[in-house]
């Protein structure tokens, strides 16, 4: 074997073994949807910091569902609320930063549209985000979350898709965290914080 093909063999076998290794230490568990003005280049970064060690001294205050809570099964997808922690909300963009909101993407031409599908170009990202951010998962005791999202919002009003989900678990303790963290620019500046302990609640079968 030259030296050419014995670089490549190290680099693909080295390639193995870091995508094995993230692997095992964070599992794909798909991307979470998305409300307010969150966007997905915000969560990768809450996915980045999300093995630090639990720090709950500055988590949000879980105001839905109740500890222990048990929905009925003709119930409608409920609204679960938080609020910051009492010392304050995290730390504020100083002088000079703005808090960037995301635009719409802009729209584009019939002309354009054609012109994508000859020669397809790679769409804009949006804008980088700063303020408040929270990821908020339900967990049945698997690997991976059986629903998420991910809001810059203080609540969030389940969809019917995501109600039917829980549903597939009924009579069983679902539980909920949520991590917080304060971001500037895509950027990480405070947190993450997560709940001491996740809440736990159930669906009662029909």
Known sequence: MNMRHLSTAC???LALATSACETGNTPDCGEPLYAG???DEAWRALVDVKQRPLDASRAVNLLSPSPGEVY????TPPTWEWTLPLQGSLHRPGPGMLAL???PRPS???GAWLGGLLLPTAH???PPYTGDLYWVEISAGGECPVAQVVTSELSWQLDAATWAELGKHTGKDLTVQVMS???VQNRVTEGPYRLAEPRTFRRSAP
């Open 11 to 13: 680099v693909a076998a």
């Open 37 to 39: 003005r969150s966007t």
């Open 72 to 75: 009925p099964a003709e119930a």
């Open 101 to 103: 909101e995301p635009a």
């Open 108 to 110: 584009r031409s019939l």
């Open 124 to 126: 804009a990202h949006l």
């Open 181 to 183: 963290a304060y971001l």
